[in-house]
């Protein structure tokens, strides 16, 4: 009886030790070395998660930027529009990453949009909407080729 009671004392210490050592990993402040290692292996999977989505938030500008690229790499339904709303981003580098990510998703409809905010934004932005506009327009968006065109006047 006293063995049994032993192992069964045991095992509850083993499995709140289990219990509470994935509590702490989940809970717990990442790095910013880990922060840009699972946006990596997130980019590799090529699954758009919402963790990706939620490191565009993040306080790191250095993280915010490499989950634009990571975005834009991956692509999906809404990547565009969220890029789009990142180039209005604090830091230039993020924008910049942003206008460059979104000529990478594929998704044409946004050249436009692109070639707009290259005549608003910032110059350091400007130059990767301008090529991002030129990767995603079609012969038949010739306003954006117009605005290209314009900027090597």
């Known amino acids: 009886m006293k ?3 032993g192992i069964a004392a045991l095992g509850a210490v083993i499995l709140f030790g289990v219990i509470a050592y994935f509590a702490y990993n989940l ?15 997130i980019e590799d999977t ?13 306080d ?13 790499r991956i692509g999906g339904e809404n990547s565009g529009k969220l ?20 000529g990478l998703t594929g998704q044409s409809q946004f050249a436009g949009s692109l070639a707009d905010s290259a005549r608003s934004g910032p110059t350091a932005v400007a130059a990767n909407a301008l ?16 605005v290209i065109a314009g900027y090597l006047g």
Not at 46 to 58: A, C, G, H, Q, V
Not at 60 to 72: D, E, F, L, N
């Open 3 to 5: 063995i049994v009671k």
């Open 27 to 41: 809970f717990r402040v990442r790095s910013l070395p880990e922060r840009l290692a699972d946006i990596i292996h």
């Open 46 to 58: 090529r699954e758009f998660t919402d963790r990706l989505e939620d490191y565009l938030s993040d």
């Open 60 to 72: 790191s500008a250095q993280v915010r930027a490499r989950a634009a690229i990571a975005i834009g």
């Open 83 to 102: 890029l789009k709303s990142m180039l209005g981003d604090r830091s230039l580098d993020v924008a910049r990453a942003a206008a460059f990510a979104i």
């Open 131 to 146: 090529k991002s506009a030129g990767r995603r327009a079609d012969s038949s968006m010739t306003a954006v080729h117009g």
